[in-house]
């Protein structure tokens, strides 16, 4: 069995190349990359996945219009992601809140607007639209802590007369529209 020869190090001439996958000694330190940036940048990770696992990646990716499979991935990691912070609770997240309601359940209306006033805090902005003579949709925008924003829509979900409701969550938060000024009162 031939015997590896062991690297040894041994002083280069000046001029001469370092070899493959070695910084010569001399050289400056890797530029620093601003803060703005870095979000530009992106680590490349290699992942191990079944024949048919991979072949029914890759018709998701031509069907759905995604460039790579990589932005395939990315955007299922980012899905993931979001839902481990909703699972925690912790984190402040934005979402929406979608129900369809009877109108003509009896003091349906004036109970959602009640629990979105006891919850102004989190309760960003909503629109409603009379679909049916009967029926109404609600979009309610919601910013909070995951656990506490789950909370509200349940609640609100399990008001009598409430057909169906929905919840989406992101992790993003709205900015403030008007910063908060030291002079308020």
Do not use: F, W
């Not at 069995?1 to 001399?26: F, I, L, N, V, Y």
């Not at 912070?85 to 607007?113: E, F, I, P, S």
């Not at 399990?158 to 308020?184: E, M």
Request: no cysteine; net charge negative.
């Amino acid at each position: 069995m031939p015997r590896e020869k062991s690297a040894k190090t041994r002083p280069r001439k000046a001029g001469t190349p370092a070899p493959a996958g070695q910084a010569p000694k001399d050289a400056s330190p890797p530029p620093q990359v601003p803060d703005d940036k870095a979000s530009e940048l992106v680590s490349r990770i290699s992942i191990s996945l079944p024949p048919a696992l991979l072949a029914e990646l890759d018709r998701m990716v031509e069907t759905s219009g995604y460039g790579s499979r990589s932005q395939a991935i990315g955007d299922m990691v980012n899905y993931q992601l979001v839902e481990h912070k909703r699972k925690l609770g912790n984190d402040v997240m934005v979402g929406t809140l979608t129900l369809l309601y009877d109108r003509l359940t009896r003091g349906l209306q004036k109970q959602l607007a009640d629990l979105q006033y006891q919850h102004i805090d989190e309760v960003i902005s909503s629109l409603h639209v009379h679909l049916t003579h009967d029926q109404i949709m609600e979009v309610i925008l919601l910013q909070g802590p995951a656990a506490l924003v789950q909370d509200i829509a349940r609640e609100m979900i399990a008001q009598r007369g409430v057909i169906t409701g929905h919840l989406q969550l992101i992790a993003a938060i709205i900015p403030p529209v008007h910063p908060a000024s030291d002079d308020a009162p």
